[in-house]
């Protein structure tokens, strides 16, 4: 199958989407100038390899080889791509328990991720594990809500990062869930915990206000939803008490969504919530579009690989 023909299946069936107050009608007659296509990847948890034919459900899915041919292919579509993972890079197969993150972080290298941001489990080899492997990372670490100052990882992350492509300025921040209670204190020592909600309000000022970004992408493994923990936030309640997210790329809780889920932000615009569920089985993939005064909308998908 031709590449291009590959990529127009696997997105077909997508929504337009319109974000900001502009209405769906009025915004499909106008001219699209840019296209920004946002990639992405969650919880893949060391998984190297593809699953074989007899691993039920996800026989022959996922593999680190598949999703680097298939990142490749949309990149010649659209050299205009973001490649980003939301957390938990590490445990799950025996692949980080021999090489303790090494394998995963130069293999997300050689495929141009453009920045992660950190799960829980990225912990597992305690925070001096995580540092240890850093000089494999050849992409930033983006995490706003975990203040590192007195550990190991002081200012080995970043609160954000800014990327322009065709014209269009790209804000990405990154929050992290909070580790007591779900990882062992000496997993992360002296790292400090910052309310996701607070600190998504200082981070979109910064990039609205002050960097002036025209998208605005939150890389979160908060989860996407707790039915039964009403005071804990996830990415839907994150959606729905902050403004100026345009897309929230979520992690933690492995939920497999085929489509991004619309949440009205507390200003009444659209932000998106998606999440790809687990262990590279699929790919996210965004596409937003931009006219020449700026104005957006998006539809996005979920790739098997």
Known sequence: MKRRDFIQQATAGTALVTLGSMGLQSFTTLDKTSKITILHTNDVHSHI???????????NKGGV???????????KENPNTLLLDAGDIFQGTPYFNYYGGELEFKLMSKLKYDAATIGNHDFDNGIDGLYAQLPHAEFPFITANYDFSNTIMDTHTKPYKTFIKDGIKIGVFGLGIELTGLVDKSMFKETKYLDPVETSQEMTRILKEDEHCDLIICLSHLGYHYKNNPDKIDDLKLAGATKDI?????????????????????DGKNTLVNQVGCY???????DFYF???KNKSANGTSIIV
């Open 291 to 293: 006219d020449s005064d």
């Open 65 to 75: 080889a598949r999703r680097a041919n298939l990142v490749d292919a949309i990149r």
């Open 246 to 266: 345009d897309l929230i790329i979520g992690g933690h809780t492995h939920t497999f969504l085929k489509k991004p889920t619309v949440v009205n932000n507390i």
């Open 280 to 286: 590279g089985i699929n790919l996210g993939k965004i």
């Open 49 to 59: 390899d593809a699953f074989g034919p007899e691993d039920g459900r996800n026989a």
